[in-house]
């Protein structure tokens, strides 16, 4: 069995728990089409009713897929969406789970990024993951620190943290795969200071030099940095200032992950920070608007309520 085909086995059988007669959707489009009918020939193998739905690529994470395409994915009982644009925070996505389809979304996954994560343990994952995601519930503030200069506060009472375990066996389950993050929505309007990326940006890639993000009231008011801080304030003009919302904190917790420029797997290596701009709604937020940014941070040191989470990049649970 080749690498691909083993990780699509374990995405099915061990992460989507798919059963023989289920109806499994995978919605794919062109630069994501091998790793589509890898998937397709998993689940048929595992004896579901499988499809296999190609889209054109969005123009933007977050952009949602043709109505008829969203019609469907409510109709099924599993989507597996490798797509080159996110499907994560689209409408189409969140009425798929509000009916009970159970969901994961990979996007921009290549197939070496596929054979190398999908090899983790998802069961030591789930652990990490729902313990940081506890701790995120049960907090009031957060603060972000990091050797290249981050200092961010956020306000994160009354928000629930949620763990993307890469387990999705119960109705209406959603998340990435890979997977292996805790993440919350930070209160609006409330974060303050300095956030530089330098580990990666949805929407720029791997960063040669960080972007400074300067943040007041909640937004981004400044972006600073070579040519890839141009090239995100290019990506984020067409949204105005909700497409610069604070929208999520985000902790990584995949030992088999490594920083790449595929921001999907960026943001679960073990021991990052993640903090994204635009859209949070998919995640208890009130922020709804087509794009969903990335950044993630090395190193970094994240505390709630004074209490030292991570030090440095190495956890402290």
Do not use: W
């Not at 940095?225 to 995100?232: F, H, P, Q």
């Not at 920070?273 to 969903?292: C, E, F, T, W, Y």
């Amino acid at each position: 069995m080749d690498m691909l085909k083993r990780a699509a086995d374990v995405a099915v059988r061990v992460c989507m728990g798919i059963k023989q007669g289920e109806t499994v959707l995978i919605v794919v489009d062109a630069p994501e089409r091998n790793i589509g009918y890898a998937l397709f020939d998993a689940a048929r193998e595992a004896g579901a009713e499988a499809m296999l739905l190609e889209i054109l690529p969005r123009a933007m994470h977050g952009e949602e897929p043709p109505p008829q395409v969203a019609e469907l994915m409510r109709m099924v009982d599993v989507i597996l969406a490798p797509t080159s644009r996110s499907l994560t925070h689209t409408e189409a996505r969140r009425r798929a789970c509000e009916e009970g389809v159970r969901v994961a979304t990979l996007p921009g996954i290549t197939e070496e990024v596929m054979a190398r994560t999908l090899e983790a343990d998802y069961y030591e994952i789930a652990r990490r993951s729902t313990t940081l995601a506890e701790i995120l519930t049960g907090g009031r503030s957060a603060l972000v620190t990091s050797p290249s200069g981050t200092e961010l506060s956020l306000d994160i009472e009354g928000r629930k943290g949620y763990a993307d375990t890469g387990l999705y066996h119960n109705p209406g389950d959603f998340g990435n795969l890979p997977a292996g993050e805790a993440f919350l929505a930070p209160v609006e309007g409330k974060a303050e200071g300095v956030v530089v990326v330098d580990g990666s940006m949805a929407g720029v890639g791997l960063l040669e030099e960080p972007i400074r993000l300067f943040v007041e009231g909640g937004l981004v008011r400044k972006i600073e940095g070579g040519k890839e801080a141009d090239v995100l304030r290019k990506v984020l003009e067409p949204y105005g200032d909700m497409g610069r919302n604070v929208a999520e904190l985000g902790v990584g917790t995949n030992e088999r992950a490594r920083i790449t420029g595929v921001v999907l797997e960026d943001e679960k290596v073990l021991g990052t920070v993640h903090i994204a701009l635009g859209d949070n709604a998919s995640m208890g937020g009130r922020v709804k608007v087509p794009v969903h940014l990335d950044g993630v941070l090395l190193r970094p040191t994240l505390e709630v309520d004074g209490r030292v989470v991570l030090k440095d990049g190495i956890l402290k649970l």
